[in-house]
């Protein structure tokens, strides 16, 4: 069955897409990727979602059409992979969109979550069956709602013998725990949550120093020509999340614009440099990740495989491979696992589970009270 997956994360910065053969069922899914493809957003687009994301720019009218604009721009994108892989959209049997999320609140009364891309317009355009809204029924079933690639982690990052942990460095980081597999229970004692911050203040920093003419730090060339500041970032550290036992996810509600101009503002006091700035977010992102590490994981890992935007930064690599030694620090690429689409091809396999009837979510990842079928089905 082939199955295309849409994903665009919390750095907004465009859609990724992955066409996966996918046949059986856990624990031996058998998985091959046919293409991968990122479509960056057009700059007017990229605003218009980052301003969706805010409560005071947010407004309901904004949302309600920025829904049915993100829905024709997935079409187009999964559209645009198929015709890229010498395939017609007929030989394509379902399409996994994960959406936009513009607003995460696991911790609201009741928790809510809200991402935009309408399925029935994916669906329309391409003439393709869609499973959309993952998130709504683990928080239904007293989840998080995040993270939820870890079901996916565990069926294909599994070893028999090694301790991994899944790291993906998106606009947020997350981790999940891999256990040496026992038997077919590939799911054993696995878990996730997210560790905090990615790539989303070093984004807003390098937009900020730049006056908007870079939205990301390519290749870390920026971080690379300042100096962490060790008594700002240790400062940095004591935020409350870092703290918090899992399972927790987060997202820019709390790591957006409005805590950066914070931090930007103490470090400005403090006399740094841009570069310096953006040298130290860089660096509280690896510290985030290995304090979790060796905070919440029951066993050190021995690997530690890495996807999202942030594998391809150098210097942050390089921070983790430091602080996480004595781990192996590897590239999900490595594995088969492209980076920059590991994420929409686990919405790939997500859809295929739920078109089944299987459930898709991790409990000891979420904390949803029990397995469920994930998301919501727009036939064509």
């Known amino acids: 069955m082939l199955v295309a997956g ?9 859609v990724d897409v992955a066409l996966v053969d996918l046949r059986g069922a856990p ?58 892989a010498g395939l017609h959209p007929r030989e394509v049997a ?7 999320t513009v607003w995460h609140a696991p911790d609201a009364n009741p928790p809510a979550t809200l991402q935009l891309g309408e399925a029935a317009v994916i669906a329309e355009r391409t003439g393709i069956p869609v499973v959309s809204n993952f998130r709504a029924r683990d ?14 982690d565990v069926l294909l990052l599994t070893h028999p013998q090694r301790v991994r942990a899944a790291q993906n460095v998106g606009g947020i980081a997350n981790v999940t725990y891999l256990p040496p597999q026992e038997g077919d229970d590939a799911l054993g004692k696995a878990f996730a949550f997210d560790t905090g911050p990615g790539n989303v203040l070093i984004d807003l920093a390098v937009a900020r120093l730049t006056g908007g003419a870079q939205t990301y730090d390519r290749d870390g060339q920026l971080a690379a020509q300042g100096q962490v500041d060790e008594t700002l970032l240790r400062a940095w550290l004591q935020h409350p999340y870092y703290q918090k036992p899992p399972p927790k996810s987060t997202g820019r509600e709390l790591f957006g614009p409005a805590y950066l101009d914070e931090l930007w503002a103490q470090a400005q006091a403090r006399g740094l440099r841009g570069e310096d700035i953006l040298a130290t977010l860089t660096a509280l992102t690896a510290h985030t990740i290995a304090w979790a590490y060796r905070e919440f994981l029951p066993a050190y890992p021995e690997e530690v495989i890495v996807s999202g935007g ?71």
Not at 40 to 59: D, H, N, S
Not at 94 to 100: A, C, F, P, R
Not at 139 to 152: E, F, R, T
Request: glycine share 10%; aromatic share 6%; proline share 8%.
């Open 94 to 100: 379902l399409i996994g969109s994960h959406g936009q």
């Open 27 to 84: 624990p031996r899914l058998q998985w091959n990727v046919v293409h991968v493809a990122t479509y960056p957003y057009p700059p007017e687009v990229r605003a218009a979602i980052l301003e969706a994301m805010q409560p005071e720019t947010g407004t309901v009218d904004r949302l309600c059409v920025l829904n049915m604009r993100l829905g024709e721009i997935f079409a187009q994108a999964v559209l645009q992979a198929i015709e890229e």
């Open 310 to 380: 942030g594998a391809h930064n150098p210097v942050l690599m390089d921070h983790l491979r430091r602080l996480l030694a004595p781990a192996q620090v590897r590239t999900s690429d490595e594995l088969g696992l492209p980076v920059d689409a590991k994420e929409a091809l686990a919405f790939a396999i997500l859809a295929y589970e739920t078109w089944h009837g299987r459930p898709g979510n991790l409990p000891a990842a979420t904390g949803a009270r029990r397995p469920v079928v994930l998301g919501d089905i727009t036939l064509a």
């Open 139 to 152: 928080m239904a079933a007293g989840g998080q709602g995040a993270p939820l690639v870890a079901y996916v």
């Open 6 to 14: 849409v994903m665009s994360g919390t750095s907004a910065d465009g």
